[in-house]
């Protein structure tokens, strides 16, 4: 891609965060240091459905959805949760620690 | 009315705040305290074990001083989703400590407690009718849940908490609650707008949680007017900026555009953020779609009780073959009780996929692992039971090519073993649909204190 970069998401985000959506989503959140690199991201188009899906292996369609959301310049993921939250298995009660694999992850910026 | 003014002291009652803000927060004339209490967050346990997630000497303190405070201001304190999960005993709870502060503190009011808690009978009548969805990720309902959950309760739109401020309560513990109510009851009831309301509700109900720096434990002030809203800490160490405002409806939601609520939802496809000084936040934009009446029902059952053991290992042949020992382990376990699977035995390998589970990409192993075991059975009993069996058993497990053979774990604790008591996980988490928006949620009136 003409113009394109690869950059590690930690470098361009200064939240990357994880929680639970109630007890039976989970969600991240990918807030960007700036509206501009948030764009650029956004055009890169890396975070989507499939990444989360290879990422965290689960199936696509556990991916609910991925929604770029300019006011915060944020870029938020729902998932499936592996299990209700506190249920037997949990690891995880508030899911607020499952974000760890986005830091290093290479993304686009277009 | 031109403005009304809506005070935060904290994110959750017990979570505290500082006294200086408060005073701050009461230096501006709010018209309104509210507190959100609750959260399904902690997990199944609150709800089904019908106990508070917060301590009650740390809500007895806060309670202290936004009651002594809204008294003396003559204003009204909305608490929500009262003792955090909102049933009946959380309400109880709850209630208890306000009449033992009115006393305490020679306090005379109307008190209004609203319950929110609905039968098993009522909730399978819904069912039956096809009156119960699932909420995403959520399976359909069967009546099995229904009959196993211990206390359903269902989140009350701002409609019961408006009955009881026209009504003239004065302090008010309502029961399960969505968040933005305690602060939007008020407001919308006196012709404000209901998607402006409800949006600074959302904020306010995390106190300065959407300032920068945020915080769970400091107040948060908001200004609703005709067309706007104006947000803002009261400590003035922090301040609200436009991003650290609009990144607040991504927190904890799963569509930070459309938020959706008893009676309708909130679009924030047109919201605006402006930055009017400093310290404070403008939003305009958010409106408020009405559709047909539902509440969130939310219910827990017992699976059983755990019990649980803590150790570690830092032997590097264990550790290679720690998969294959848990299976002997188990296999030990299910050889020497015959329970035919009516338990579950559990090791979460901390240095393996302990945090993550199978959501994990990383598959290689630190070089030490903490090992927490835990059994659920259906009697404390027979949890300690197997408990105990299984880690006596992983301590001298004999596995193919093991040097060291005096044990394999090291504990930090004598005794090595816990009873962590009742389990509980959620049994319902689904819409409950064409429902009043009162009527199903019970209001008692009681004078709290005065001449009597």
Known sequence: MAGSETVRLRDIAGVIRSKNAGPYELTFDIIFNDYETFEKAVRGNSVTKELFSLLYGIPVVDVFSVIPFPPAKAIKITILRPRPSGSLGETDVYGAQQHGPLLDLEVVLA | ??????????????????????????????????????????????????????????????????????????????????????????????????????????????????????????????????????????????????????????????????????????????????????????????????????????????????????????????????DHFLIRPTNKTRRCTTESVAAHSLYEKSDPFHLHGPGGSLDLTGTRYTQVDEETVKVTGTRFVEAPYSIKLEAARKTGYRAVSIAGTRDPVMIEKIEEIITGVKDNVNDNFNLDGRFFLHFHLYGYRGVMGELEPVRSKAHELGIVMEAVAPSQEEANTILSFARSTMLHYGYPGRISTAGNLAFPYSPSDFEAGEVFEFSIYHLLQNIDPVSPFKIKYEEIGGLG
């Not at chain 2, 979570?15 to 199944?44: C, Q, W």
């Not at chain 2, 959380?90 to 020679?106: C, F, K, P, Q, R």
């Not at chain 2, 309502?174 to 404000?192: H, I, N, Q, S, T």
């Open chain 2, 1 to 226: 009315m031109e403005e009304m003014r809506l005070l935060a002291p904290t994110a959750i009652l017990g979570y505290g705040f500082p006294l200086e803000s408060f005073k701050r927060g009461m230096e501006a004339n709010p018209h309104v305290i509210g507190v959100d209490a609750g959260s399904t967050d902690p997990g199944p346990y609150y709800l089904g074990k019908g106990k508070s997630f917060t301590d009650r000497t740390a809500v007895k303190r806060d309670l202290r001083i936004i009651l002594e405070a809204a008294s003396a201001a003559g204003i009204p304190v909305v608490i929500g989703s009262a003792g955090g999960s909102g049933g009946l005993v959380h309400v109880d709870w709850n209630e208890a400590i306000v009449e033992e502060l009115a006393s305490e503190l020679n306090l005379s009011f109307k008190l209004a407690r609203i319950d929110a808690e609905f039968s098993q009978e009522y909730v399978l009548d819904k069912l039956n009718r096809g009156e119960i969805t699932p909420l995403p990720g959520c399976p359909v309902l069967n009546e099995e849940d229904v009959r196993q959950s211990v206390r359903i309760v269902g989140q009350m739109g701002i409609e019961p908490v408006q009955k009881a401020l026209a009504a003239g309560a004065q302090v008010i513990v309502a029961g399960r609650a969505y968040d933005p109510v305690c602060f939007a009851a008020l407001p919308v009831m006196k012709g404000f707008d209901p998607g402006l309301a409800l949006h600074l509700g959302k904020i306010l109900e995390c106190a300065a949680i959407a300032a920068t720096p945020g915080s769970g434990r400091d107040c948060m002030l908001g200004i609703l007017r005709k």
